[in-house]
């Protein structure tokens, strides 16, 4: 995180940058490429800011920062000693990913921060004896946040959901928690979801390799699934 703020203010603005700043001054439902949670963001937080690049960088900063911490938090929560806890910490903060994002100020960068809380919450969720509704209520919040960032949060809590039905415990998706948390991450992304519906799911025409993706590879999210999979063995 200190690194990115080091160079927070060089390079100029990215046109992405630009684009959601304008977008978010704008009142409107959604935005046919995307959500309107970090455009509303980006425009506010530019004002607030008075478009000093280097403040502008510092939420981006804050939100790698954040999930280099949740590689730490699964770590741990799958009994990692604190040494292999760290070293989760340390890759997840040197891939290039990570280093990217966290430079500018787009939906990437805080829909991985908030899919990774949202898929730390499912796993505590998962594994809380005795149950409690707590993690999951955190764990639906987060999931609707993340969808009014980026719609392909779904399909990754969709995969987790399935290495559960594979792998267990089955006896979670019969809890009415699991069911009340989809119901709120639903409702909370349901404004988007039925604009996108509306205009003839725009955010998924205007972008061509997504579409491709779809086409020529319907399993893409297969490794994901086998990952979520590996991890209820383990446990």
């Avoid at 639903?186 to 404004?191: K, T, Y």
């Avoid at 955010?203 to 390799?209: A, E, G, I, K, L």
Wanted: glycine share 6%; with cysteine; proline share 6%.
């Amino acid at each position: 995180m200190l690194a990115l703020l080091l160079v927070a203010g060089r390079y100029g603005f990215h046109g992405d940058e630009f684009y959601f700043v304008v977008t978010g001054r704008h009142l409107q439902v959604a935005a046919p490429d995307n959500p309107m949670l970090v455009p509303y963001l980006a425009a506010g937080w530019y004002g607030l800011v008075s478009g000093h690049l280097w403040a502008f960088r510092v939420l981006p900063a804050l939100a790698a920062g954040a999930y280099v911490l949740l590689g730490a938090l699964m770590a741990r929560e799958f009994s990692a000693a604190p040494r292999h806890q760290l070293a989760a910490a340390a890759a997840v903060a040197m891939t290039p990913l990570t280093l990217a994002v966290g430079h500018l100020f787009s939906t990437t960068t805080f829909d991985m921060v908030t899919t990774a809380a949202a898929v730390w919450l499912f796993v505590r969720a998962m594994r809380s004896e005795p149950q409690r509704w707590t993690p999951w209520i955190a764990a639906g919040v987060l999931t609707g946040v993340a969808m009014e960032i980026k719609i392909l949060a779904a399909p990754l809590l969709v995969c987790c959901l399935l290495g559960v039905v594979i792998c267990g415990p089955r006896s979670r998706l019969l809890s009415p928690r699991l069911w009340t948390a989809v119901a709120i991450a639903l409702l909370m992304a349901a404004p988007n979801l039925v604009w996108q519906t509306l205009h003839g799911s725009l955010c998924f025409r205007s972008q061509p390799t997504l579409r491709a993706v779809v086409r020529r590879r319907p399993l893409h999210a297969s490794p994901w699934c086998r990952a979520c999979c590996w991890l209820w063995v383990r446990w």
